[in-house]
């Protein structure tokens, strides 16, 4: 495959409850050219056959021979990932069918590193819109609840994680994504939002 436009890193476990709605969301994308790098962490349900059921030539599934938790799991699809930009996905989120298209076309038009969007919350079938506030300073911004510290909804230009050495702190079970954000914030970093 030569370079896609956006690499996606996702790490599964035990989702099969979600993965199919997560995957279809991604593989219909009106724009087509990404890889999807799935890294499965000793799942013991069905997540891995519900994946394997697709049969798309842009998934890479990696199932690991033992539980390396999530941070190990998206460094790694860092290392192998040939996209221009990131995008992270959960395996129980869904994006719109435009998601990548339109963060792609305002990173590529504001040459951006990191491009955020509003996203959903569904919360037992109650469906509300968060809006992301971005005023020019990230950090800021992350903490005083204007822009959401998870990855989900931002893209990240690759070269700007690669040139910082970034990766995401092993020792962390909660609030990796915000940690990562904001060293990627401590880059020269443009963020419009959409």
């Known amino acids: ?35 999807l790098i799935i890294y499965d962490d000793c799942s013991s349900d ?4 519900k994946i394997r059921a697709f049969q798309d030539s ?18 790694k699809g860092l290392r192998i990932a040939k996209g221009k930009y990131i995008q ?31 996203f959903y919350v569904n919360s037992k079938n109650n469906v509300k819109i968060v809006r ?13 609840g204007r822009v959401f510290g998870g990855l989900c909804h931002k893209l990240v230009k690759k070269a700007a994680i690669d040139n910082a050495s970034i990766a995401f702190n092993h020792q ?9 954000l904001c060293a990627v914030s401590y880059t020269h970093l443009t963020l419009p939002t959409t």
């Open 58 to 75: 842009r998934i890479q599934l990696i199932c690991n021979e033992e539980n390396c938790g999530l941070t190990k799991n998206l460094n």
């Open 132 to 144: 992301q506030r971005y005023t020019g300073n990230l950090i800021e911004d992350l903490f005083t």
């Open 46 to 49: 069905h997540t891995v056959e």
């Open 1 to 35: 495959m030569n370079q896609p436009l956006i690499s996606v890193i996702m790490s599964t476990y035990n989702d099969e409850l979600y993965i199919e709605e997560s995957l279809q969301s991604i593989l219909n994308q009106t724009l087509a050219d990404f890889e």
């Open 88 to 118: 992270f996905i959960d395996s129980d989120d869904w994006i719109e069918q435009d998601c990548f298209e339109k963060l792609f076309l305002i990173a590529e038009d504001k040459n951006a590193d990191i491009v955020i969007s509003d």
């Open 172 to 180: 962390l079970n909660f609030c990796e994504d915000l940690c990562f």
